[in-house]
């Protein structure tokens, strides 16, 4: 099973934005996504909408964040994501009268929805500035 790494990735580019002076093309932003600039800017979408980042058009255009890195949470990242699922397994659905059926998917639902609680109470309580290194160096371009 692929993993979903988008949460990950855009934290690393949300990262290096935030040392940028200038804007970054979606180019070379979406070489250090691994991905085409295509997918990268509807990737980027969410957090554009959001007002987290924001993009200009033409020669020298490019990326920039549009507010500085400690009023940007791993919270508000994952929301303008559109919240990915964060766990890959589901209740089994074959019979519904069930009991055993019943009850074990209603213990994983509870079990799910206090994780979820807590992963996002977490998310919340973390900038992106916490995750910044203190400087780059001048030379640093997205890797």
């Given at each position: 099973?692929?993993?979903?790494?988008?949460l990950?990735?855009?934290?690393?580019?949300?990262?290096?934005?935030?040392?940028?002076?200038?804007?970054?093309?979606?180019?070379?932003?979406?070489?250090?996504?691994?991905?085409?600039?295509?997918?990268?800017?509807?990737?980027?979408?969410?957090?554009?909408?959001?007002?987290?980042?924001?993009?200009?058009?033409?020669?020298?255009?490019?990326?920039?964040?549009?507010?500085?890195?400690?009023?940007?949470?791993?919270?508000?990242?994952?929301?303008?994501?559109?919240?990915?699922?964060?766990?890959?397994?589901?209740?089994?659905?074959?019979?519904?009268?069930?009991?055993?059926?019943?009850?074990?998917?209603?213990?994983?639902?509870?079990?799910?929805?206090?994780?979820?609680?807590?992963?996002?109470q977490?998310?919340?309580?973390?900038?992106?500035?916490?995750l910044?290194?203190?400087?780059?160096?001048?030379?640093?371009?997205?890797?």
């Amino acid at each position: 099973m692929n993993k979903d790494t988008r949460l990950s990735d855009v934290l690393h580019v949300l990262l290096h934005l935030g040392h940028a002076k200038e804007p970054i093309t979606s180019e070379v932003l979406a070489r250090s996504m691994g991905t085409n600039p295509a997918v990268f800017r509807r990737t980027m979408a969410g957090l554009r909408a959001a007002g987290y980042v924001s993009a200009e058009k033409g020669h020298g255009g490019g990326w920039l964040l549009a507010r500085p890195l400690q009023e940007i949470s791993l919270l508000d990242v994952y929301i303008a994501l559109g919240r990915p699922t964060l766990f890959a397994f589901g209740n089994r659905e074959r019979d519904p009268a069930c009991q055993v059926q019943e009850r074990v998917n209603a213990v994983l639902a509870d079990s799910m929805a206090q994780a979820e609680a807590l992963f996002v109470q977490r998310f919340a309580e973390v900038s992106l500035a916490e995750l910044a290194p203190k400087a780059l160096s001048k030379a640093a371009k997205p890797c």
